[in-house]
C-alpha cells in the first residue's frame, strides 16, 4: 500500500529557501507546523520520515559529509541514495509527482544534506518547480525507471541521466529510457560517450514526432535505440567529432 508524505504549501517552500539563501538552512525535521497531507490515504508517521533522515544522512557520512563532494562522490551518492529514497518512501506515481512533497523533503526533512550535495544557488534543487532537477524527486524516479536494471544506473553519469530524463517525450517512457540508455552504453566503450548521448536522444526525439513507441514491442524498442546509436556513432566518427573528443580527453 502507498503511503502519504507530508506537503509543503509553495509559499511556506519559497521562505524557507530564503533562510537557505541568507545562510541559515533550517535543521533536519520530520515535522513541519505548516505542512498539509493529500486528502485520502495513510499517512506516514514521524518516526518512518526520521528512518529516512538517519538512513540518508550516514549514507552521506560514508561518503564524506560535511566535506563538499568531488564529482566521483557525487555520482556515487547519487547512485546509492536512489536505491535509499526509493525503498524507504512508497509512494503512487501520482503522489510522487506532486511538487509540495518533494519541497518537504529538500527543505524539511533533509536540508544539510541537500545543502552539502548541492549547495544553496540552484533553487530547483531545493524547491520542487522542475522534478527531473530537484535533488531527491529525481532520485526516486531513477530508482523507479530503473527498477530491475540497477547495474545500467549504475554505469549512468549525471549528465547522461540529465539527457534521457529532462527531455519528457523520452523520460517519460521508463522502457525507453531503460533501452537507450543499455544501447549508449553497450556501444561506447571505445569512443567518448558525451557526444554520443546528446546526439542520439535528439535523433530519438526527432523520431518521436511520427513514432508512438507505445506501439512497438520491446524487441523493437531495443532495435530502435541499437540502430539510432549506431547511427550516430557513424554520422560523428565521419565528421571527426570522436577523434576530437577523444584527444581532448
Not at 515535522?31 to 520520515?49: F, N, V
Not at 519541497?103 to 522542475?130: C, Q, Y
Amino acid at each position: 500500500m502507498s503511503e502519504l508524505w507530508p506537503h509543503l504549501p509553495a509559499v511556506v517552500s519559497e521562505a524557507l529557501y530564503d533562510h537557505v539563501i541568507e545562510g541559515r538552512p533550517p535543521a533536519p525535521q520530520d515535522t513541519h507546523p505548516e505542512q498539509t497531507w493529500a486528502p485520502i490515504g495513510a499517512r506516514i508517521r514521524p518516526k518512518r520520515i526520521r528512518q529516512l533522515i538517519d538512513a540518508i544522512y550516514a549514507l552521506a557520512k560514508e561518503r564524506g559529509f560535511p566535506t563538499p563532494p568531488n564529482i566521483h562522490t557525487k555520482n556515487s551518492f547519487d547512485r546509492d541514495a536512489a536505491h535509499l529514497i526509493r525503498s524507504h518512501m512508497d509512494l503512487s506515481w501520482a503522489e510522487a509527482g506532486n511538487r509540495d512533497l518533494w519541497s518537504f523533503i529538500s527543505l524539511v526533512a533533509l536540508p544539510h544534506v541537500t545543502m552539502w550535495r548541492f549547495g544553496p544557488d540552484n533553487k530547483e534543487r531545493w524547491v520542487a518547480s522542475d522534478l527531473t532537477r530537484h535533488t531527491w524527486a529525481r532520485l526516486w524516479w531513477h530508482a523507479v525507471v530503473f527498477a530491475g536494471q540497477e547495474h545500467i544506473l549504475a554505469a549512468l553519469t549525471e549528465s547522461d541521466l540529465n539527457q534521457l530524463m529532462e527531455r519528457r517525450s523520452i523520460g517519460g517512457d521508463p522502457r525507453l529510457v531503460r533501452e537507450m540508455a543499455r544501447a549508449v552504453l553497450e556501444h561506447t566503450a571505445d569512443v567518448p560517450r558525451r557526444p554520443v548521448i546528446r546526439d542520439v536522444t535528439a535523433r530519438l526525439r526527432r523520431y518521436l514526432a511520427f513514432l508512438d513507441m507505445r506501439a512497438l514491442s520491446d524487441r523493437q524498442v531495443r532495435d530502435l535505440c541499437n540502430t539510432l546509436t549506431n547511427e550516430t556513432i557513424t554520422r560523428l566518427r565521419t565528421a571527426g567529432v570522436l577523434y576530437r573528443e577523444q584527444s581532448q580527453a
